[in-house]
């Protein structure tokens, strides 16, 4: 089991901030959009000369978000889309 810090800051239809957890560190968003109950935004963690784009899409439910992440390029390419929840800290 991993766990992910997520910081997410909601402007109107904009969504900015941070994923900390895993191997790479902390690293900022990129096309956060809110629409509704649903967000996404782009993560891109490079190792080496390994640039992998993790693509977040989730549905806000109370005080948690229902992930789906997909990866592309680098070694994350055609991995099937990984589902988990993200909880908000108390």
């Known amino acids: 089991m991993q766990t992910n810090t997520f910081v997410l800051k909601q402007d109107g239809a ?3 901030g941070t994923v900390d957890g895993g191997r790479g560190g ?6 956060g ?3 509704g109950d649903n967000i996404s935004f782009v993560r891109t963690v490079t190792f080496g000369d390994n640039t992998i ?7 806000v439910t109370g005080s948690e978000i229902k992930f789906t ?3 592309e390029g680098g ?3 055609g991995a ?11």
């Open 69 to 71: 992440r997909t990866m």
């Open 14 to 16: 904009k969504l900015t």
């Open 80 to 90: 099937p889309p990984t589902e988990f929840t993200a909880k908000k800290a108390n």
């Open 33 to 35: 959009k809110v629409d």
């Open 26 to 31: 902390p690293s900022e968003i990129a096309d």
């Open 53 to 59: 784009k993790m693509v977040y899409k989730g549905k």
């Open 75 to 77: 070694q994350g390419a």
